[in-house]
């Protein structure tokens, strides 16, 4: 390459998606043989965490003209860059009924920006997909399920 060519950007390389639903499967498949709970719980804390933090998605945080973010991430948790992850925990928090206390007030507008373009709020910015908020809502029940199931098994 000659210095001053564009190049392009190489894709990091993800494992396919069918690999983690065999761990999870296999999971399963043990904790049933076994007859282990435990090992059952621990599949479901694996997926849980799949889902929130290892899924390969898309940003889908609106811009500012309405159109989806495709930019990939990795985990439903997670947007592209600093602006769309504010959004979207602005909307993880309204998901589970509460105001951001991490919120960062916005700056004051410029009065000499140009106008005549639509632009969307940020609250209407940062709704979560249906799909999205089904999923989190699962895994987030299935989470809390998992930590009370580990304390009771710590006592038994």
């Not at 990795?74 to 919120?103: M, V, Y």
Request: proline share 6%.
């Amino acid at each position: 390459m000659r210095k001053g060519e564009m190049r392009r950007r190489r894709r990091r390389w993800r494992e396919p998606i069918y690999v983690w639903w065999g761990l999870f499967t296999l999971l399963g498949v043990a904790a049933i043989l076994a007859k282990s709970w435990r090992l059952a719980l621990l599949g479901v804390l694996l997926w849980c965490l799949y889902e929130f933090c290892l899924v390969p998605a898309a940003c889908r945080v609106m811009t500012r003209q309405g159109y989806s973010c495709l930019e990939p991430v990795r985990g439903r948790l997670f947007a592209c860059g600093t602006e769309h992850q504010q959004i979207k925990n602005d909307a993880l928090w309204r998901l589970a009924g509460l105001s951001n206390p991490f919120h960062k007030p916005a700056p004051p507008p410029d009065p000499n920006r140009t106008t005549g373009m639509l632009v969307v709020s940020p609250r209407v910015r940062g709704r979560l997909s249906s799909g999205d908020r089904l999923v989190l809502g699962v895994a987030s029940i299935l989470t809390l399920l998992v930590v009370v199931g580990m304390v009771v098994g710590l006592r038994s």
